[in-house]
């Protein structure tokens, strides 16, 4: 009998739903994982913004091993300590108090928001929540109808009413948009799979201020852009370090290096009845996983040790050196440099080769040992983990220059 391949397996028993690139990863360990055939690649991917810890940290498989050893999981009809702890220095590092709710994803934590904004204008008719264009908030149906991208919605009409899509850092548009429907402005504070686009200081104090205007909740999603992957524990702080303050924020991927775990935050805003925290109450909202003694222990860990390992401010440093190096690079595949901290997004001019420029620049990138994420069309990201080396930064930089100074633009 013959052993199927990896990649025969998927072609013959796993949904088509993704476009998988041609490689089959077995194992990783910092900042590097190896194919089948035990070639090494650096990973700036990271599992797309997730894995905060980079592979195998010696700290987080301890605690994981531990913590299986110990209670893996439990309904959440009863109390664990984990996921205490972790609600706790949530609250913490937010600065705002308010409460958690801990789910398994960010299309999840997004759901959550989505519920909470809607109950918040209940019992009127305020069910509206203005998006943006080039926004991403999940592949569930509420996830697709927020989001302001329409090849996500194609054949999955009818979609879930009540999302108005308007363009991003366009506050003249945000505020026309308004209406007696709307009940909360939802937005990320810098779009990820949108191709690594920061909203302006400017715009988020000025939607800020419309919420406080008209009543609305400012709601952001951070699932790409969270704990730490700017160089704060907030993205929204890194663009405004003060005088925003959002009422609620989503949150997943890095949250646990990989672990499945999502949360969302809600602050003490004072409702007709209640603290928004404490709006959806017994039997409005519920998981089965989310929270259980197992991943609240991960992520309990995982932001322990971005503080003990001072992973913040090596975020903002090596951003700023990745991104310095290569402005300076001047390569003529490279149309544009933007992000914040380990979150950047190369957006590159038309290059040669069959497909768009992202995909053409990824697969030449990985045949050079070099894992990086497209995103669109033309841009492709750079997310490696928060604990990344300056050598690795700059052997990153050395195989980009290398690739992108070989390709032919047209």
Known sequence: MITPSTSELYRDYVMPTYGRFDLALSRGEGTHVWDEAGKAYLDFGAGIAVCSLGHAH??????????????????????????GELAKLIVELVGLGGKVFFCNSGAEANEGLYKLARKFGAPTDRYEIITFTNSFHGRTLGGISATA????????????????????????????????RTVAILLEPVQGEGG?????????????ALCDKHDLLLMF???????????????????VPSGVEPDAVSWAKGIASGVPLGAFWAGSRPTASVQLCDLLGPGTHGTTYGGNPLVAAAGLAVLSIIQQEGLLENARELGTHLMGKLVAMNLPAIRLVKGVGLMIGIELNDLEGEGPASIIATKALMAAGLLVVPSGERTIRLLPPLNITKAEADEALSILQ???SAADSR
């Open 58 to 83: 010696p700290k987080l498989v301890k605690v994981l091993a531990n913590q299986a050893a110990t209670l893996i999981h439990t309904s959440n009809l009863y109390l664990t300590r984990p996921q």
């Open 149 to 180: 991208q329409e090849k996500v919605k194609i054949d999955f009409a009818p979609l879930v009413e009540g999302f108005v899509h308007v363009p991003f850092n366009d506050l003249a548009a945000t505020e026309a948009a308004i209406n007696s």
């Open 196 to 208: 690594i686009n920061p909203a302006t200081p400017e715009f988020l104090k000025g939607v800020r």
């Open 221 to 239: 999603d951070e699932v790409q852009c969270g704990f730490g992957r700017t160089g704060d524990w907030c993205a929204w702080k890194t663009i």
């Open 402 to 404: 290398k690739v992108l």
